[in-house]
Each structure stands twice: as structure tokens, then as C-alpha cells.
């Protein structure tokens, strides 16, 4: 048998999509910034005129999965990070434009096979909202830690699994989701996961 799991120490093969809620930008620019300094000090080139990264804003997390999947739907994508901020106090529709947000995203991932991270803070108010995204932490360090690890977990499945593909395409030197990385990288018993 084999045990899967993501590691970080690769960060430089994957590219990853951001969409961004403009909704409460005030939050969802601080908590870019935390996940693009996660993924720049584990060597990933967060400069959207590289090849690594790209951005897509939409006006509020209501728009997110639509946006979400038609980027996973490229396969140009190791994982999709979602980023939004819904605030309770502000809104009597926050359970709709949560509940929607939640479920789309989780939809996506599911119907894509890419993964997309769940980026969403959901909170009463902006205080907590801001708390969250830079003053006591910031929790765009942990969805970026996130995307890092699933990116990883997803492409050591795809090695380990019955993919004949897979092959041909390692050694294209091309970045994302068939991103030849070194052989360490594999699962180490592969075989058994196609059973
Ligand atoms: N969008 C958010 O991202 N956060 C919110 O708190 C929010 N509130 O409060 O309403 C919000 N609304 C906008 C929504 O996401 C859509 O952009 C809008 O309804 C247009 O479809």
C-alpha cells in the first residue's frame, strides 16, 4: 500500500489562479497579500506578468465559482485559490451570498478535479473580519499553504494512479497540473493505487 500526501518543497513546478471578491476589498487585498508572500517564500513567482500566477477579480464572492471553474476548466491549474470576505453586520443576505459561495466553490473542485481552495472568510464583523486578515493573522498564509498542498497531493495521486498519459507529458518542461517534477516527488509505491 502507499500513503499520499502533498508536500511543500516544490512549490516552483505548480501554477495557481487567484480569484478575488472586490466586496470588502479592504479585507480580501490583505489577505492577497498574505497568501502571495506564502507562495513567494516557497519559491513560487507571484508577479502576474510570470508565468505562475494570474489574477481574476469579480465584483463579490456570489461571482466566485463561476469564475473559479472556468479557470479550473483550462487545466492551465495546479489549484484555484477563491478569496472573498462576507460580513454578517453589512448584509441581510449573508447566509445567501455565503451559502452560494460555499456551495459553488465546493461544486467546482468536485466537478473540475482541480483543486480550489476555500478562501472565504465568513464573520459578523469587519473587526473580526480584519483580525483575520493581517491584525492578530493572516489567514491568507493558510490557504495559500493550502493550494501548496493540495497541488502537490493532486499531482502525486495522478502519478501514482493508472493515467498512461501522465508519462508522455512529464518532460514537457511546461508548468501546471503535468509539470514534470523530480522522481523523489512520486509516491513510493504507485502500483498499488490502481487496484
Ligand atoms: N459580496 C461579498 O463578497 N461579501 C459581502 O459581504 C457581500 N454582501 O454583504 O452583500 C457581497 N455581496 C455582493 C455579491 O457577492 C454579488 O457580487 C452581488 O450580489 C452581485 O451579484
Same mark, same amino acid.
Given at each position: ?8 518543497? $516544490? @512549490?516552483?513546478?505548480?501554477?495557481? /489562479?487567484? !480569484?478575488? &471578491?472586490? #466586496? ?7 489577505? +492577497? =497579500? ?14 502576474? $506578468? @510570470?508565468?505562475?500566477?494570474?489574477? /481574476?477579480? !469579480?465584483? &463579490?464572492? #456570489? ?7 472556468? +479557470? =479550473? ?23 445567501? !451570498?455565503? &451559502? ?9 473542485? +468536485? ?85
Amino acid at each position: 500500500m502507499a500513503v499520499f500526501e502533498g508536500t511543500f518543497t $516544490h @512549490a516552483s513546478a505548480f501554477r495557481f /489562479a487567484f !480569484v478575488i &471578491g472586490r #466586496f470588502n476589498d479592504l479585507v480580501t487585498n490583505k489577505i +492577497l =497579500a498574505g497568501c502571495q508572500d506564502c507562495l513567494q517564500r516557497h519559491g513560487v513567482n507571484v508577479d502576474p $506578468h @510570470a508565468n505562475q500566477v494570474d489574477y /481574476a477579480w !469579480v465584483p &463579490g464572492c #456570489f461571482e466566485i465559482p463561476m469564475v473559479a471553474r472556468q +479557470l =479550473a476548466l483550462t487545466n492551465r491549474y495546479d489549484a484555484v485559490i477563491c478569496l472573498g470576505a462576507v460580513i454578517r453586520g453589512q448584509t441581510p443576505h449573508f447566509d445567501y !451570498v455565503a &451559502g452560494e459561495a460555499t456551495k459553488g466553490i465546493a461544486a467546482t473542485a +468536485l466537478q473540475t478535479g482541480v483543486p480550489i481552495i476555500f478562501g472565504i472568510l465568513t464573520v459578523d464583523t469587519m473587526q473580526q473580519a480584519l483580525e483575520r486578515a493581517g491584525i492578530k493573522s493572516n489567514k491568507g498564509w493558510d490557504y495559500a499553504m493550502n493550494a501548496l498542498e493540495m497541488a502537490s497531493l493532486m499531482h502525486s495521486l495522478r502519478q501514482g494512479g493508472d493515467r498512461p498519459a501522465l508519462n508522455s507529458e512529464l518532460g514537457s518542461g511546461d508548468l501546471g497540473q503535468n509539470a514534470a517534477l523530480p522522481a523523489s516527488f512520486v509516491a513510493a509505491e504507485p502500483s498499488s493505487f490502481s487496484s
